[in-house]
């Protein structure tokens, strides 16, 4: 509802002679919960906050290639925690919303700057990313890589209702923390990114896909921003010169007018795209749902208007394939292609049909024999830590006994200490049995020596008088 509207819907309440009426009390103060002009900021402060965002200098180029590398390195390890983290100080939003706002209010030179900032800053992440990519030896494009080069209308709606929050946001009279959820709902860093990943790998598709994605984020975001001010009623840019200020009128409609144009038909093919999707689905649920024969795999294609489907057990009869066929118009899917392959169809191979559960199945079991192997390998390694010992339990009795001729003998072995504290620890255990008392010197000596020949300091040692009979 227009917030103008319910304005002058309160003026009314207000003024009439009835105002002590509960239900229009009620609903004043229904309204009143939804008006965005009482704790609206004033019009220059709000003006001045968004021209502020606008510059690109100073520190902002620098926190600028900042978050490009966080973004850049979060998308290239999949990590969706580090590419949010750049999301947050990245300085992209200032230069649209500038641009929306400079639409909103006539100001020509403001949209020339904004526009001209964005684009460099656009040019600046390009540059960056691609620069990180070329030089990164993780090539491999992830999942947070490829959510980046397929637009969906939802991505639309994201950016014009997170430009409206945004907006919201910066107009109020106290700061809100609504700026930063933006940031991350509208996720203008991570596209621009992809697009530099695309560039330096080669892949141009990832490159369209990516830049489209900016783009509608762009659009729409600036697009959601001179809405809102038109709502605020931000006062206007005028001029001295009428004539001047009508060419600068005609000229900002007819920039507002050719970018609003390509968004909206880029948004029709999406939501034309999305729903041919959704008919397909759902007609494929319903037609070929046979217990004898079942749809190994489908693929839907809008831009041809195909389905292909590749069916497992009993062959469906070219009358109940024709019978299906007459069904898409009831569908809405009049025109639409339907491929069918089946087991006994010349066109199937039936190994390609497996070869995607083979393939997983293969490298499933790949994965869990190199965790097998690992942790094999490390019990080896904790065996030949623990016999290590044991193996040269005959040198050691052969020198400890070389400087002390009169040790007899010597017990080596390993345990566990366990304290109140319920801190177990390991420990090598060395009972040194002689045929006289050794001093406190050579005991002291002996057990530095031996701490040093079995490199640990967990050792315990008993010294035993062994009596000669």
């Not at 790949?366 to 080896?380: N, P, R, S």
């Amino acid at each position: 509802m227009n917030i103008f509207i319910l304005t002058r819907v309160i003026a009314v309440v207000n003024q009439s002679n009835n105002v002590t009426s509960p239900i229009l009390l009620r609903l004043k103060n229904l309204i009143n919960h939804f008006s965005l002009l009482s704790d609206k900021a004033e019009d220059d402060e709000i003006e001045r906050r968004i021209r502020y965002g606008v510059d690109l200098s100073g520190a902002t180029p620098w926190v600028l290639i900042f978050a490009i590398l966080i973004a850049s390195v979060g998308l290239n390890v999949n990590s969706t925690a580090v590419i949010i983290g750049a999301m947050l100080i990245s300085p992209l939003m200032g230069p649209i919303m500038g641009a929306g706002l400079g639409v909103a209010v006539y100001d020509f030179d403001l949209v020339k700057r904004a526009l001209s900032n964005l684009f460099i800053a656009t040019v600046i992440s390009l540059i960056v990313s691609a620069s990180y990519f070329s030089l990164s030896p993780l090539q491999d494009a992830r999942s947070e890589l490829l959510s980046r080069i397929s637009p969906t209308i939802w991505d639309v709606l994201i950016a014009l209702f997170g430009g409206l929050a945004g907006l919201i946001g910066v107009t109020r009279k106290e700061k809100s923390n609504v700026i930063p959820g933006v940031a991350i709902a509208t996720a203008l860093m991570p596209p621009v990114c992809t697009a530099g990943f695309g560039i330096a790998t080669g892949q141009w598709s990832f490159v369209g896909g990516a830049l489209y994605l900016y783009t509608i984020n762009c659009v729409f975001i600036g697009l959601a921003t001179v809405i809102g001010i038109r709502l605020l009623r931000l006062k206007k840019h005028g001029f001295t010169d009428q004539k001047v200020e009508r060419r600068v009128k005609i000229s900002l409609f007819i920039i507002a007018l050719g970018t609003a144009i390509p968004s909206a038909y880029l948004a029709i093919n999406l939501v034309n795209d999305e729903v041919f999707k959704s008919n397909a689905n759902k007609f494929i649920a319903s037609e070929f749902s046979f217990k004898d024969t079942q749809v190994a795999s489908s693929k839907v294609d809008p831009k041809t208007h195909t389905i292909e489907l590749a069916l497992i057990g009993l062959p469906l009869k070219q009358s109940t394939l024709e019978n299906i066929e007459r069904h898409l118009a009831i569908a809405q899917l009049e025109g639409t292609k339907i491929i069918v392959h089946q087991t006994n169809d010349n066109k199937v191979d039936v190994t390609a049909l497996k070869a995607g559960l083979l393939s997983d199945l293969y490298l499933n079991g790949q994965e869990a024999l190199q965790k097998k192997d690992e942790q094999v390998k490390k019990l080896q390694q904790e065996i030949a830590s623990n016999t290590a010992i044991f193996v040269k339990a005959n040198d050691i009795f052969a020198e400890i006994h070389a400087q002390y001729p009169d040790i007899v003998s010597i017990f080596i072995g390993q345990g566990i200490n366990i304290s109140s504290n319920k801190e177990n620890k390991q420990f090598i255990q060395l009972s040194v049995h002689s045929s006289k008392i050794l001093s406190k010197a050579d005991k002291t000596r002996i057990e530095n020596w031996f701490k040093v020949r079995v490199k640990t300091e967990d050792v315990l040692f008993n010294f035993v008088i062994e009596k000669q009979n």
